[in-house]
Antibody
Framework: QVQLQETGPGLVKPSETLSLTCTFS????????WTWIRQPPGKGLEWIGY???????RYNPSLESRVTISADTSKKHFSLNLTSVTAADTAVYFC????????????WGQGRLVTVSS | QSVLTQPPSASATPGQRVSISCSGS????????VNWYQQLPGTAPKLLIY???QRPSRVPDRFSGSKSGTSASLAISGLQSEDEADYYC???????????FGGGTKLTVL
């Protein structure tokens, strides 16, 4: 049974960098596509991007200039960095697993609320 | 605005059947599979339907999916109070080279 857990600061100042880590258990990092998805309070879901089993990344074009997703195979976690944040980046950030990259998200973390405020 | 279009709300009484629609385009639903996620209040989404019609083993057969052209639907029969949740459709978009979601439908069990 795979489990994912997001960790990182819950408060980030405007213009700074949002950094989150997703740690998982019950699977191999090299066998899946690891994804970040966010949900602003009271709103819908937005795909941020993924890092593939081979280390390849793909990002939402609307966020691509500010996003980096990376994986640490030895530590079984993957990370999200979002630079130059504004209040519009306030959201619950979820990490999720996709076996094929364009199939479906079959496991999700519980989510981490990140508020952008001074 | 979301790339995929869903009605913002739906409602029905226990035992009834309800259907939620999801409309897209040729670059997403028209050429790729549709997934549905259920998000209970205060929790993370869970995969409900994948590849248009498939159900993970843990999902009751009261839930079913369908797709025609650039639209898809989620149907829930024998509605139960615990089905009250937000439902999201999703599909890969070949133009964006990424995942897109619907805006979500809030289902109320009256």
């Amino acid at each position: 049974q795979v489990q994912l857990q997001e960790t990182g600061p819950g408060l980030v100042k405007p213009s700074e960098t949002l950094s989150l880590t997703c740690t998982f258990s019950g699977g191999s990092i090299s066998a899946y596509y690891w994804t970040w998805i966010r949900q602003p309070p009271g709103k819908g879901l937005e795909w941020i991007g993924y890092v593939s089993k081979g280390g390849r990344t793909r990002y939402n074009p609307s966020l691509e200039s500010r996003v980096t997703i990376s994986a640490d195979t030895s530590k079984k976690h993957f990370s999200l960095n979002l630079t130059s944040v504004t209040a519009a980046d306030t959201a619950v950030y979820f990490c999720a697993r996709d076996p094929k990259g364009d199939w479906a998200f079959d496991s999700w973390g519980q989510g981490r609320l990140v508020t952008v405020s001074s | 605005q979301s790339v995929l279009t869903q009605p913002p709300s739906a409602s029905a009484t226990p035992g009834q059947r309800v259907s939620i629609s999801c409309s897209g385009s040729s670059s997403n639903i028209g050429s790729n599979g549709v997934n549905w996620y259920q998000q209970l209040p205060g929790t993370a989404p869970k995969l409900l339907i994948y590849s248009n019609i498939q159900r993970p083993s843990r999902v009751p057969d009261r839930f079913s999916g369908s797709k025609s052209g650039t639209s898809a639907s989620l149907a829930i029969s024998g509605l139960q109070s615990e089905d009250e949740a937000d439902y999201y459709c999703s599909s890969w978009d070949d133009s964006l080279n990424g995942w897109v979601f619907g805006g979500g439908t809030k289902l109320t069990v009256l």
